[in-house]
């Protein structure tokens, strides 16, 4: 069975620091993208950061490039997020999906809990 | 701010049929892009329900359809289920923004 289990969030002042893991189970991680998409509280999803399986290609969304590292440990089936010089609009869920391709393209196949981030002086 | 828009809420009886569509642009589903659609019941983490346009993942029930009408998807659920209610979202990928964007969302609800 596929588990993606998020940990590391809490309560953070602005311009702050904080780095998020995925423990990865039940697969073998390094065939698989993988993805980290927060929701802000009431709101909807949205793409933070994908990295390739190698760890050598990584896209991020506008907001958080250059701010927000994404990075893998094969080694330890794990993913993680260092997110730098927080703010409040960062304050959400995150979430950390496996990637399935189909047709060239990914999808969303599981994801973990999500561990919450809140950014707030 | 979505670039792949939704209605916001859809309602039906036990048993009815809704339908919810995910309105892109020449970047995203315009531009032939495969949609996705997940399922998110509150406080839960979203579930995938439809890749590729109209493929089920093994487990999901064969009440949810996924269709695409030229550049026009949508997603179905027949037999309408109070389970049902949830807030459903699509998913494309987008040239301009060099990545993978989520509609609105559209909040489902059982009357």
């Known amino acids: 069975e596929v588990q993606l289990v998020e940990s590391g969030g809490g309560l953070v002042q602005p311009g702050g620091s904080l780095r998020l893991s995925c423990a990865a189970s039940?697969?073998?991680?390094?065939?698989?993208?993988m993805s980290w998409v927060r929701q802000a509280p009431g709101k909807g999803l949205e793409s933070v950061a994908n990295?390739?399986?190698?760890?050598?290609?990584?896209n991020y969304v506008d907001s958080v490039r250059g701010r927000f590292t994404i990075s893998r440990d094969n080694a330890k089936n794990s993913l993680n997020l260092q997110m730098n010089s927080l703010r409040a609009e960062d304050t959400a869920v995150y979430y950390c999906?496996?990637?399935?391709?189909?047709?060239?393209?990914?999808?969303?196949?599981?994801w973990g809990q999500g561990t919450l981030v809140t950014v707030s002086s | 701010q979505s670039v792949l828009t939704q209605p916001p809420s859809v309602s039906g009886a036990p048993g009815q049929r809704v339908t919810i569509s995910c309105t892109g642009s020449?970047?995203?589903?315009?531009?032939?892009?495969?949609v996705n659609w997940y399922q998110q019941i509150p406080g839960t983490a979203p579930k995938l329900l439809i890749y590729?346009?109209?493929n089920r993942p093994s487990g999901v029930p064969d009440r949810f359809s996924g269709s695409r009408s030229g550049t026009s998807p949508s997603l179905a659920i027949t037999g309408l289920q109070a389970e049902d209610e949830a807030d459903y979202y699509c998913?494309?990928?987008?040239?301009?923004?060099?990545?993978?964007?989520f509609g609105t969302g559209t909040k489902v609800t059982v009357l």
């Open positions: 999906a496996r990637e399935m391709i189909y047709n060239s393209r990914s999808h969303h196949d599981s």
């Open positions: 039940g697969f073998i991680f390094n065939n698989h993208w």
């Open positions: 990295i390739k399986q190698d760890g050598n290609e990584k």
């Open positions: 020449s970047s995203n589903i315009e531009a032939g892009y495969d």
């Open positions: 590729g346009n109209n």
């Open positions: 998913q494309s990928f987008d040239d301009n923004l060099g990545g993978y964007v």
